[in-house]
């Protein structure tokens, strides 16, 4: 542990220069005394580290030294595909293990890559959490990351919409969708789709299972998403808009999108006839009730009755 600590602190003063104690306290949760310590000791290992002390003091590297101490650990490794991606990465439980894979990869550049990263850290953010929207608790995210690396099952209590159910699974893959966690796991029988947020009562298992040979998540993701579209939006129905119902149609979604870009010519009263795939329920009827009175749906009747139920008791409700 202390080793690695040493190691981490030179690439951090290779990197960044000049760092205080107190900086390097905070950044590795010690005290400032094992931190002097800690400096003592690459001092006797013959790393050319000198201190400054009173205001504007720290520590710092003599010109030109450069370490090539830059090896990966294990956890490091797995790590990689989160650099550029720390709140992800954090909510793994691999934050701390993606910034030092982070800081030798800028080692490794030639000279140092405190420069680049300073400059893209500046000029790109990324933020996967769409907006009017926090961040969910996952408390049980990382024991579920670990469990899909080291290919254990485990036992989990789960809430859906249809209920809570016990099920025990075998993770195979994580998914951040929209700011929102899902686990790919094989449970009773099949490959189904979990939210993370509503897992509660986990329990991890000690023997590994064999992990399909042919399952590829990205693939299956993807295939999976295309199903639960095309099973969700199966009734075509025939809508008129006006020009501003056909502006807020495109923006609402896709579907919206693509029904009004193959919309035919205008009326002479600037409405539009379009086709789209739509979820006849009323959580459809309430994505067009979002439209307001700029758009008129015209079929199926089913979905025109639903909609007009719904408008009515809202009107009723307001007055």
Same mark, same amino acid.
């Given at each position: ?20 104690? $107190? ?24 790393? +050319? /580290?000198?201190?400054?002390?009173? +205001? ?44 030092? =894979? ?12 405190? =420069? ?5 850290? $500046? ?113 075509? =129905? ?26 035919? +010519?205008?009326? $002479? ?15 459809? $009827? ?6 307001? =009175?700029? /758009?008129?749906?015209?079929? +199926? ?19």
């Amino acid at each position: 542990m202390r080793a690695s600590r040493l190691l981490s602190i030179l690439m951090l003063l290779q990197l960044r220069g000049r760092l205080t104690a $107190a900086g390097l306290a905070a950044e590795f949760e010690v005290s400032e005394r094992t931190i002097y310590r800690d400096i003592d000791a690459l001092s006797a290992a013959g790393v +050319p /580290v000198y201190g400054d002390r009173g +205001p504007g003091g720290g520590f710092e590297l003599l010109d030109g030294y450069r370490t090539r101490l830059t090896g990966l650990s294990a956890g490091e490794a797995e790590a990689m595909a989160m650099i550029g991606l720390p709140g992800p990465a954090a909510e793994l439980g691999i934050g701390a293990a993606t910034r030092a =894979a982070h800081n030798k990869l800028l080692v490794a550049l030639p000279g140092g890559g405190g =420069a680049l990263a300073d400059r893209m850290a $500046a000029r790109f953010h990324l933020d996967p959490v769409d907006w009017y929207r926090g961040s969910e608790a996952l408390p049980h995210l990382p024991a579920i990351a670990r469990a899909v690396l080291d290919q254990h099952p485990f036992a989990m209590r789960y809430e859906s919409w249809l209920g809570v159910r016990d099920w025990t699974v075998e993770p195979l893959g994580l998914v951040l969708k929209a700011g929102t966690w899902y686990l790919a796991a094989n449970g009773g029988g099949k490959i189904r789709i979990f939210r993370i947020a509503n897992i509660d009562g986990l329990t991890v298992g000690d023997t590994p299972f064999e992990r399909p040979a042919h399952f590829h998540l990205a693939t299956w993701w993807q295939a999976e998403q295309e199903r639960f579209e095309a099973e969700l939006f199966a009734t075509e =129905a025939t809508v008129r808009a006006s020009p501003t119902g056909s502006t807020r149609l495109a923006a609402q979604s896709p579907r919206g999108a693509a029904a009004v870009a193959s919309a035919g +010519p205008p009326a $002479a009263d600037g409405w539009r006839e379009m086709t789209m795939m739509v979820e006849d329920s009323d959580h459809g $009827a309430r994505d067009m009730l979002a439209l307001g =009175a700029e /758009v008129e749906v015209l079929t +199926p009747e089913s979905f025109r009755n639903r909609i007009g139920t719904l408008a009515r008791a809202i009107a009723a409700r307001h007055g």
